[in-house]
């Protein structure tokens, strides 16, 4: 019977620490330096698309 509560004990914290890894954290990249931009909407011509910025915006870079 000691056993039956252990792994339901295991169980609950394994199944608790998962829970902290079903969403991937979401990071904004920090433009506005070394040639990156922020942009609303699609980056210019010429310009390369780093991901999202902050409210949205794309950065872009020279």
């Known amino acids: 019977m000691k056993?039956?509560?252990f792994f339901i004990?295991?169980?609950f914290v394994a199944v608790h620490q998962a829970v902290g890894f079903s969403r991937p954290p979401r990071h904004h990249l920090r433009c506005g330096y070394?040639?990156?931009f922020?942009?609303?909407g699609k980056c210019p011509?010429?310009?390369t698309y780093l991901?999202?910025?902050h409210f949205g915006n794309?950065?872009?870079k020279w």
């Open 9 to 11: 004990v295991l169980l």
């Open 45 to 47: 011509n010429g310009n």
């Open 51 to 53: 991901g999202p910025c």
């Open 34 to 36: 070394r040639g990156t």
């Open 3 to 5: 056993i039956l509560c």
């Open 38 to 40: 922020c942009f609303p």
């Open 58 to 60: 794309s950065c872009c």
